[in-house]
């Protein structure tokens, strides 16, 4: 089964500071990985996602995250975080080809990262 | 804004009561999915409906159902409401079943039951 591990509750970083999030996974095929971002009272907004090719992957306001398989890791990254990086982060994983052969499309997701951007 | 519209916003119930949560999918979006988040139990995947077929289940309790219209809208019906189903539930969508495809999420429906 496929599962995704969010080790920090919450990260604290001050405003220009990098900002890292760290996710780990774990699938039965390959994985296709996605961030998103919460914001108070608001819906999760997607980041970026890691499909396949290059081991950096860009997104929106300025995140990136950087795929490693052989650490089984999809760490999102920003290289100076803003006070309004301020929300909770989830990681999710959808494992293909598993999912595909069971005609399911689900998102599993990690519990997600406080991030807290101090001014 | 992602596109995902839910209605209503917040719901408050006694246990015992039955709602209807409905959700509008992106222009275009075939496939709808049921997520519930609660702080003990995090963001959980519940059900996936693609062009009005149920696609996929997750741990959805069997007094919930759901179903896509063929206007592909979605509603999740909860019956027998207990206190522990008080959680914010999210409609997602996304163009295909591609694995590929980012879901784009509504701005939840928050069900407290008392």
């Known amino acids: 089964a496929q599962s995704v591990a969010q080790p920090e509750d919450q990260v604290n970083v001050a405003e220009g500071n990098p900002l890292t999030v760290k996710c780990t996974y774990s699938?039965?095929?390959?994985?296709?990985l996605f961030w998103y971002v919460q914001y108070p009272n608001r819906g999760l907004q997607f980041l970026l996602k890691?499909?396949?090719?290059?081991?950096l992957v860009k997104g929106s306001y300025g995140f990136e995250a950087e795929f490693n398989k052989s650490q089984t890791s999809f760490h999102l990254k920003k290289p100076s975080a803003l006070v309004s990086d301020s929300a909770l982060y989830f990681c999710?994983?959808?494992?293909?080809?598993?999912?595909?052969?069971?005609?399911?499309?689900?998102?599993?997701f990690g519990g997600g990262t406080r991030v807290l951007v101090k001014p | 804004d992602s596109g995902v519209t839910q209605t209503p916003k917040h719901l408050i119930t006694a246990t015992g009561q039955r709602v209807t949560l409905r959700c509008s999918p992106r222009?275009?979006?075939?496939?709808v999915y049921w997520y519930q988040q609660s702080l003990d139990q995090g963001l959980q995947f519940l059900i996936q409906?693609?062009?009005?077929?149920?696609?996929a289940k997750g741990n959805i309790l069997e007094r919930f159902s759901a179903q896509q219209f063929p206007d592909l809208h979605s509603e999740l019906n909860l019956s027998s409401l207990e206190l522990g189903d008080s959680a914010l539930y999210f409609c997602?969508?996304?163009?295909?079943?591609?694995?590929?495809?980012?879901?784009?999420f509504g701005p939840g429906t928050r069900l407290t039951v008392t």
């Open positions: 222009s275009g979006d075939l496939s």
């Open positions: 699938v039965s095929g390959n994985p296709y």
């Open positions: 997602a969508s996304s163009a295909h079943v591609g694995p590929y495809d980012e879901q784009y």
């Open positions: 999710a994983v959808r494992d293909y080809p598993v999912m595909i052969k069971a005609a399911g499309n689900k998102l599993t």
């Open positions: 409906y693609y062009n009005g077929e149920e696609r």
């Open positions: 890691y499909i396949t090719g290059d081991n």
